[in-house]
């Protein structure tokens, strides 16, 4: 099983709304990742999870809150978003690079954000 | 910090013709290199990697990179393009002294395949 699984698909909200995205992988990766992609950009590092510890925000605005409650999961709390924010959210993961591994990310299909 | 340049937005290019798509990096030291496409409302998908050893990297559908450190390129190359080929790819950095999680991106280059 080489999959990253995110949830929803699609997801329209308004901006006084509070969501959820959902990420899940059972490769045994201990890295996990959202990446942030507008149209035709690239991806946009936005934070690293190691060993379900925060350890990369890059500088995110607090609006999205992530959280890592075991190291299969990896959720995005969306509260008081933007129409700015409207993007294509990845998450991906990957084995932790201390231990020697080539550190690959595996992408999830994404999560299409709209915030009306 | 590692910054990548991607230096063609979009390729045009008919089936069957070889294809490059070139990407140039900010720095030769320590680095980790990825090439990964991207199809239409779909993640991204790892097409090769180089992190270290042997300069010429084969990759997946009949990829292949050269990692040149006098010229910091990395170059993705494939002799025979078709129809299915049609995406984006992305290149990618990471600074191995940074312990190689943060993965930066070029801006992509969309090859569209012509028949």
């Known amino acids: 099983d080489t999959e990253v699984t995110q949830t929803p698909k699609h997801l329209v909200m308004g901006m006084t709304n509070k969501k959820s995205l959902k990420c899940e992988q059972h490769?045994?990766?201990?890295?996990m990742y959202w990446y942030k992609q507008k149209a035709k950009k690239p991806p946009e590092l936005m934070f690293v999870?190691?060993?379900?510890?925060?350890?990369i925000n890059e500088s995110v605005p607090s609006r999205f809150s992530p959280e890592c409650p075991n190291s299969s999961l990896l959720n995005l709390h969306l509260h008081a978003l933007q129409p700015e924010d409207s993007a294509l959210y990845l998450c991906?993961?990957?084995?932790?690079?201390?231990?020697?591994?080539?550190?690959?990310?595996?992408f999830g299909e994404g999560s299409r954000l709209t915030v009306l | 910090a590692q910054s990548v340049t991607q230096l063609d937005s979009q390729v045009p290019v008919f089936e069957e013709a070889p294809v490059e798509l070139r990407c140039n990096y900010s720095?030769?030291?320590?680095?980790?290199l990825f090439w990964y496409v991207q199809y239409p409302n779909q993640g991204l998908q790892l097409l090769l990697k180089?992190?270290?050893?042997?300069?010429l990297v084969k990759g997946i559908n009949g990829f292949e990179a050269e990692f040149n450190k006098s010229q910091t390129s990395f170059h993705l190359r494939k002799p025979s393009v078709h129809i299915s080929d049609t995406a984006e790819y992305f290149c990618?950095?990471?600074?191995?002294?940074?312990?190689?999680?943060?993965?930066?991106f070029g801006a992509g280059t969309i090859l569209r395949v012509k028949s």
């Open positions: 999870y190691s060993y379900e510890k925060l350890s």
């Open positions: 490769m045994g990766h201990r890295a």
């Open positions: 720095s030769s030291v320590s680095v980790y």
């Open positions: 991906a993961s990957s084995q932790e690079w201390t231990s020697g591994n080539t550190g690959e990310l595996f």
């Open positions: 180089y992190l270290s050893g042997s300069t």
């Open positions: 990618a950095v990471s600074d191995r002294r940074m312990g190689g999680n943060k993965l930066v």
